[in-house]
């Protein structure tokens, strides 16, 4: 099976981002429904448990396609479970910077996961990015804190003020797990060779059983309420879990085609789907914050598409 790189001449890493970016948004929304509900572990578990199932369907599909589906190696487990391991700690870092009284400066540094995933393939993979692309990756990270911190003035006063403070630290670790997992998850990809689209499959069936059994253990030993919580509300929970696999099937493919910052930068188009989503379902009208954010974020995006 060989691999289509584009489709009507649009690198085929486009749209596979666009649209996790869109199920992205629809899954947080599902969450928020059940927010109250459910402890955060157990809304992380949900997305876990439903999702493993269309991961394993995705996999068996390209299977039955007559794709080869590659051999997991000791290393690329290893490497994928690294990346497992970094994006369910990067969740909790949030929720803990959310948590705390400044919480708006958390959240904002934890959008800084675009430019540590630069650094990071920059130094591990000497990938090299031209200086419009590292403008479009600072511009569309700026334009998505400055919608965090409801503006671009109350930003700067917050990190001037609060930049040590606990939600900061959180939040740049949040920050640092997510790009760490992004680029552990394209060097499985990588690593297990082929064709991207059977490969990135396999990756993430091996992260969501991973994630799954992992927290899935943990929450039945600390909180078994909240695990059975998750069984019995499926419907709200599970449209949540399936969102977040298809979504998760467009993340890996994505991150198998093209570069993490990159990838990364396109995905924080969620900022759009989200507030499209807050407007029509939830009748939230956006703040000036948001629309200027919104702008520059869409600058951002437009010098990475321009030279991708």
């Not at 997991?72 to 497992?84: K, L, M, N, T």
């Not at 934890?110 to 031209?130: N, P, W």
Request: overall charge positive; some cysteine.
């Amino acid at each position: 099976m060989e691999t289509v790189n584009a489709i009507w001449g649009v690198p085929l890493w486009i749209p596979f981002t666009l649209a996790a970016a869109a199920l992205q948004a629809i899954r947080t929304a599902a969450q928020r429904q059940v927010a109250g509900r459910l402890s955060p572990d157990a809304g992380n578990f949900a997305r876990y448990v439903f999702g493993l199932p269309i991961a394993l369907l995705y996999l068996g599909a390209i299977a039955l396609g007559g794709a080869a589906i590659p051999a997991p190696s000791a290393q690329a487990i290893a490497i994928v479970a690294a990346g497992a391991f970094a994006q369910v700690m990067a969740t909790r870092a949030l929720i803990i910077a959310v948590s705390d009284q400044n919480f708006a400066v958390g959240v904002a540094l934890s959008k800084t996961d675009v430019v540590q995933a630069a650094i990071v393939e920059a130094i591990a993979f000497g990938v090299r990015f031209s200086p419009q692309g590292i403008a479009g990756i600072l511009a569309a990270t700026f334009g998505v804190m400055v919608m965090s911190a409801k503006g671009a003035g109350r930003f700067i006063a917050l990190l001037m003020t609060g930049w040590m403070a606990r939600a900061a630290l959180f939040g740049l670790a949040a920050g640092t797990g997510y790009a760490v997992s992004g680029v552990a998850y394209r060097a499985a990809s990588l690593e297990l060779g082929g064709p991207a689209l059977p490969a990135a499959a396999t990756a993430l069936a091996i992260a969501l059983s991973l994630q799954t059994v992992g927290l899935g253990s943990y929450i039945a030993l600390r909180d078994r309420e909240s695990f059975f919580a998750v069984l019995k509300d499926w419907r709200v929970s599970g449209l949540a879990g399936i969102a977040g696999g298809i979504g998760s099937i467009c993340w890996f493919s994505a991150l198998a085609l093209e570069t993490v910052a990159f990838v990364r930068t396109l995905g924080l188009s969620e900022l759009f789907f989200s507030v499209l989503i807050a407007i029509v379902l939830f009748r939230e009208k956006p703040t000036p914050a948001e629309l200027g954010g919104l702008v520059i974020l869409a600058v951002g995006v437009a010098l990475v598409l321009s030279v991708s």
